[in-house]
């Protein structure tokens, strides 16, 4: 692998994952760091139910509810990480997942459950 490549995948991982003290010094609080933790398990959750919906036919339509509706809690919680609970103007164009995608879990969610 060349050179330039490696080290455009280094530069992305170390900019991707912050450590644990960039989330919790004096710029971030504690309720950040738990609420991203929070997110985390939602989206965990919300993967273990969608493969546990292949092994289970006659109730898995109510596990992919349930599992859209982890996801959208997860989605509502990226929005508030975001914009720092809502105290700061992030553009729209960086929020479209997270409006877009939140909403339609929802809706795919009820739809799982009610059919």
Avoid: Q, W
């Avoid at 003290?21 to 929070?38: C, P």
């Avoid at 493969?51 to 599992?67: P, S």
């Avoid at 509502?76 to 409006?99: A, G, N, Q, R, S």
């Amino acid at each position: 692998m060349p050179r330039f490549i490696k080290n455009a995948i280094k530069k992305t991982v170390d900019v991707t994952t912050p450590d644990r003290k960039e989330l919790v010094h004096k710029g971030h609080k504690r309720r950040d760091y738990l609420m991203l933790i929070f997110r985390n398990m939602l989206v965990v959750l919300a993967s273990v139910l969608f493969i546990l919906a292949f092994f289970f036919d006659d109730a898995y339509h109510l596990i992919k509810g349930v599992a859209y509706f982890f996801g959208a809690a997860a989605y509502v919680f990226e929005c508030l990480l975001l914009t720092d609970c809502f105290k700061t103007k992030v553009p729209h164009k960086e929020m479209f997942m997270v409006y877009c995608l939140g909403p339609l879990y929802l809706i795919m969610g009820l739809g799982y459950i009610l059919k």
